[in-house]
């Protein structure tokens, strides 16, 4: 059994490691967007293999995509398939093969695979050429599915993909397995630090760590994307920003058991003691190494800040936990950040949490209904929360629900 400071040091090495690493959604899109463009294919999807099976993990799709308002997205969805021969994305992972298919719709009976429609005809779309190819790492081991629709010309015509595409996917897939199975241990090395460190029930931790971490990078995106930030400074920092929100209460280590898992509700003097978790994350990391570490800190120490002034733990040294000078209240507290004062990581975290613990059960509360949550959200705009991005968390508020299903709870 390691001791609280071991795992501190454990969650400090964490730091160190994950400093370099991508995230795995971000990689994804990258691997995705990139092959789509090299192969000029309209759409496209990756399946990872997790527990066994082919999870339908990321995709994209020109043709939807454009069908939709200015700035909206298409919805996430995910759902498994067994790897065997019954689906074409199963059959390429269950032989390590590629296959070329001219026409979805008039695939050849001696061929091994038939092609469901099932989506197209869900969504709207028409399926025609496609290429499917298995993923393997350096290792001959499949590590998931890449699948390209439509290659396209100039003029949008719908080809089939040449043999030439073959040879230089098998090249990309190389580099696209070995790219996402790094990120996919980074995102494990979380997980698993997170649960050694013990906060709370595992299987409730995981989930909300990733639903908190989804939710407000979705927020960023939508708000730097109504401030006209550049797509490249949007793509640098969503990356650290996601993993800095799945640590936003990582200094919950530091809290004894007694109180992170009391049954009811806190006693004052026990919800002064877990207001120090913002300030015990912040020293995690606390001598900025790096982009990472400086988000992770600012999101650690404050996404407890309230809009109106009244949240913790304000204007603090980090380093002694006293009021930095020129900030005392009357009492010769820390005195609230207000507003701006709180940086926008800290208020975006501030909204993802509350929704995700609001919409779920604690061990000291039962889960409130979608109703009552966004009603509070809505309420407590402008005083709690930064008025701006709640209408921005409204208005995306589509996305929102669509990657809370990503997450579930029981898993
Ligand atoms: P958490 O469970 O992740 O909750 C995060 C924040 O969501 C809370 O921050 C609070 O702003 C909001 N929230 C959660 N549940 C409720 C609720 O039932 N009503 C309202 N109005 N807001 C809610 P807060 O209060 O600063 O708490 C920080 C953390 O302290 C919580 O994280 C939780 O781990 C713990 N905690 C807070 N109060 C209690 C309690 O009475 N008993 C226990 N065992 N833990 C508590
Ligand atoms: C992500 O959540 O990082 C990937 C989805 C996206 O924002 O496009
Ligand atoms: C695109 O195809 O241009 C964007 C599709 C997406 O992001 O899902
Ligand atoms: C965590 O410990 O990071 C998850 C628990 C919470 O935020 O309530
Ligand atoms: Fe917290
Ligand atoms: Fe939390």
Redesign the pocket.
Known sequence: MLSKKQKMEKLVDLGIVINQISDLDFMLEKVLTEARHLFSADAGSIYIKTDGKLKFSYSQNHTLQNRLEKGKKLLYTTFSIPIDNNSIAGYVANNGVILNIRDAYKIPRSYPVTFNSSFDTMVGYHTKSMLTLPLTNSRKQIVGVIQLINATDDKGKVLKFSKTDESLVQHFALYAANAIERTQMTRTTIMRMISMAEL?DPKETGP?VNRVASYSVEIFEACAKKKKMPQEEIDAKRDSFRMAAMLH?VG?VAISDT????????TYD??EV??T?TILGAQLFGDAQSKFDEISSIVSLTH?EKWDGT??PGFIDINTGKSLPGYEDKNGNPRGKRKEEIPLYGRIV?IA??Y???C?S????KA?TEEQVLE?LQKDSGT?FDPELIDVFFDIYDVISSVSKLYPDNE
Not at 259 to 266: A, D, M, R, T
Not at 362 to 365: A, E, L, P, S, T
């Open positions: 709370r909300h209460d919950k109180i992170l898992k009391k049954p009811g509700k806190f026990e919800y877990m207001k978790h407890h949240g913790y501030a949490d509350v995700d613990a609001l779920s604690r061990v000291y509360k409130w509070t709690h």
